[in-house]
């Protein structure tokens, strides 16, 4: 390649980077559980978490890991490693952190055999089913979930699943579900976009 072509190739790649650049100044990246311990994490339930490997697990009970801080507008970006049977979710604007459920919360589903699959693995139960199938058991996953005003954007994997808006809940902690099967949970960051 010439040096004037690598230099007008380089000069567009720094172009289509500049939203995205502006976009990672919005707010630093925090970690919420960085597989050492569960500060700042509340147990709900008695699903039997434990950590083991960077990870935090659960294979018996119900529950969630609940944050301790309440978010608004943020980005949250974890990785999943469920077996194929697992129920699990990731609820995002807990309304009450003492009762978590699909009806007081956003879920983004980790439920591959849901028996209705409207909202599966990738979607947001009753509100957004996920725009492709995406079957997560038996290996790493990665979530990316963007809640800005009304709109969430929800990425599996790399591949945007979820684009939808709704106002119910504004606001309210993170919290982390084992329903059934085995659940591994690492890598949890967030970043505020106020």
Do not use: K
Not at 39 to 44: A, I, P, T
Not at 47 to 63: H, M, P, Q, T
Not at 78 to 100: H, K, M, T, Y
Not at 130 to 154: C, D, E, H, K
């Amino acid at each position: 390649m010439n040096r004037s072509l690598t230099t007008a190739v380089g000069f567009a790649f720094a172009i289509a980077a500049l939203p995205a650049l502006a976009t990672a100044q919005a707010g630093e990246w925090t970690t919420l559980f960085d597989g050492s311990s569960l500060d700042g994490w509340r147990v709900l339930g008695n699903a039997n978490w434990e950590l083991a490997d960077g990870a935090v697990s659960a294979d018996s009970g119900n529950g969630f890991l609940v944050s301790e801080e309440s978010y608004d507008d943020f980005e949250l970006t974890l990785e999943f490693w469920v077996d194929e049977p697992a129920n699990s979710g990731i609820f995002i604007r807990c309304s009450d952190p003492q009762s978590v459920n699909d009806r007081n919360s956003y879920e983004i589903n980790i439920y591959d055999t849901r028996a209705d699959q409207t909202y599966r693995t990738g979607g947001i139960v009753h509100l957004a089913a996920p725009s492709a199938v995406i079957n997560a058991g038996g290996r790493w996953n990665t979530y990316a979930i963007t809640a800005r005003g009304s709109r969430l954007v929800v990425v599996l994997n790399g591949t945007q699943t979820v684009d939808t808006t709704d106002d119910q809940f504004t606001s309210g902690p993170i919290a982390l579900q084992y329903g059934a099967g085995t659940v591994r949970f690492r890598n949890v960051q967030i970043r505020s976009l106020d």
